[in-house]
């Protein structure tokens, strides 16, 4: 992975840090600020060793990190992140990271709730439903990762809504953020559904590699998926876009994919979390700043997971439907939420403000002298 060097790129903030750290003697040398910087070996572990922009050194500590991440572009910064030599190795040096993919939101919600995952890249909807099966105890949202890259592609002859009536559209799952999308936006067209399939437009929940191959076969006619899927539907089976949710949101913004806690191992670790949270901001940037190289690298671990790449030509289309943030973009969380209810597919979640945990997010973004994000 390719450094990138950028006013708030943690890694070398922390570097930094640690050579203020080293090259300070007993008596302490002046920090940018003018106080006394504290001698390396007075420095406790797991504190932070303050850079001249608020970046956090490295945690040497011995720490257990069971991470879960989707190998899928939309989850890119993680990839990033969690890459062999990437930002988190970098900010947690001597962590145990047991990195776990996942296919599916529930999946992983489940896996946290048996206690065998800490931490995880996560789409909306699946977080909405955790916190409101555990009376918001069990997560914590904390930091955003992608916004965009969800179509409706359909086969060419489909000009409008009103010539959906009557055809089948699939969806990666029932009750996920594509499929609360897709059945909240035909239902503003007039257009009825059920669980079962029925409706005026029969919503087919399938996995997203399946929908390629039922489109291919012409027993489905369409399918509101995420990226790189869109794409692929559009490149190899003669699909076309007819609404790009970018449109249905204000300024083109909606979560896709952000950082859910474990609410326990926040609260037992911040500062491993801390770390987490630099490493997920730095990758973020890297993302932004190089596309290439980070594409290159999330090819790679989509490779290790799936034991296949995806095409270049392919990558670097579905790469450009995407917009990477750290901001949670918690608005567009809270209307699925109520479109979800509205569907008859989530019960009342409870208060979705206490979802977000944006603290330790915040101090980082401030510390930069970047604006804070919001929650609800």
């Not at 203020?20 to 406790?44: I, N, Q, R, Y």
């Not at 050194?57 to 572009?73: H, K, M, Q, Y």
Request: glycine content about 8%.
């Amino acid at each position: 992975m390719r450094p990138v060097t950028r006013g708030r790129s943690l890694a070398t903030l922390a570097f930094a840090a640690a050579i203020v750290a080293a090259c300070t003697s007993g008596g302490g040398a002046a920090s940018p600020t003018g106080a006394a910087a504290t001698p390396a070996a007075a420095t406790p572990a797991g504190s932070d060793a303050a850079s001249p922009e608020g970046g956090v050194a490295p945690l040497t500590d011995a720490v257990t990190v069971r991470f879960g991440v989707f190998p899928n572009i939309t989850h890119a910064p993680g990839l990033v992140a969690l890459a062999d030599g990437g930002p988190l190795e970098t900010l947690l040096p001597n962590a145990d990271v047991q990195i776990t993919p996942f296919n599916s939101g529930t999946s992983a919600v489940e896996a946290m709730f048996a206690d065998a995952l800490d931490i995880t890249y996560i789409g909306p909807n699946p977080a909405i439903n955790a916190f409101a099966k555990s009376n918001g105890e069990a997560v914590r949202v904390i930091s955003g990762s992608t916004s965009g890259g969800a179509f409706l592609v359909v086969k060419p002859e489909i000009a409008s809504a009103a010539d959906l009536r009557g055809k089948k559209i699939a969806s990666p799952s029932l009750g996920n953020t594509q499929d609360v999308a897709l059945r909240s936006w035909l239902k503003e067209q007039g257009l009825s559904t059920d669980t079962a399939g029925g409706g005026d437009v029969s919503v087919v929940p399938q996995e997203n590699a399946q929908t390629l191959e039922t489109f291919q076969a012409g027993t489905i006619d369409g399918a509101w998926v995420p990226e790189p899927w869109a794409t692929r539907l559009i490149q190899e089976a003669g699909a076309k876009v007819l609404v790009d949710e970018r449109d249905l949101w204000p300024e083109g913004k909606y979560v896709t994919t952000h950082l859910m806690v474990a609410k326990k191992f926040l609260d037992a670790n911040p500062e491993v979390v801390k770390r987490i949270l630099a490493a997920n901001i730095e990758a973020v940037d890297e993302v932004n700043a190089d596309p290439a190289a980070a594409q290159a690298t999330v090819n790679t671990e989509i490779e290790k997971f799936t034991t296949k790449k995806l095409g270049t030509d392919l990558l670097a289309a579905a790469w450009k439907n995407l917009v990477f943030t750290v901001d949670p973009i918690a608005s567009s969380l809270g209307k699925s939420a109520t479109d979800a209810q509205a569907l008859g597919l989530l019960k009342d979640p409870g208060d979705l403000s206490k979802l977000y945990d944006l603290t330790l997010l915040n101090e980082l973004l401030q510390a930069s002298d970047e604006q804070p994000v919001k929650g609800l």
